[in-house]
Nanobody
Framework: QVQLVESGGGLVQAGGSLRLSCTAS????????MGWFRQAPGKEREFVAA????????YYANSVKGRFTISRDNAKDTVYLRMNSLKPEDTAVYYC??????????????????????WGQGTQVTVSS
């Protein structure tokens, strides 16, 4: 049974930092690309960042580029999202997802929710102004 468990969310002031973690179980972690999405109240779940199975390729939404960093430790079956210079508009529930690696058109594919077959339960990030 595949499980993804996020942690690390919380309340932070604007300009602050947080690091989210997502630990996977039930499948060979390095065979899967991983992504972070977020969903604010009343809005659709949107792409934040993604990383290839090996960790060698990363992709970001324009809104977080230069502020957020995605990374993974395949020995620990964990993907991270380091968030710096947080803004109130970053407030959302953050979800990690797992997608089978296909090595094709990653930049487009990994920004789409439908390619992810498992999701975590989400972790709340609140940025106060």
């Amino acid at each position: 049974q595949v499980q993804l468990v996020e942690s690390g969310g919380g309340l932070v002031q604007a300009g602050g930092s947080l690091r989210l973690s997502c630990t996977a179980s039930g499948r060979t972690f390095s065979n899967y690309d991983m992504g972070w999405f977020r969903q604010a109240p009343g809005k659709e779940r949107e792409f934040v960042a993604a990383i290839s199975g090996s960790g060698g390729r990363t992709y970001y939404a324009n809104s977080v580029k230069g502020r957020f960093t995605i990374s993974r430790d395949n020995a620990k079956d964990t993907v991270y999202l380091r968030m710096n210079s947080l803004k109130p508009e970053d407030t959302a529930v953050y979800y990690c997802g797992s997608a089978p690696s296909t090595y094709s058109d990653e930049s487009y594919r990994l920004s789409r929710r439908y390619v992810y077959d498992y999701w975590g339960q989400g972790t709340q990030v609140t940025v106060s102004s």
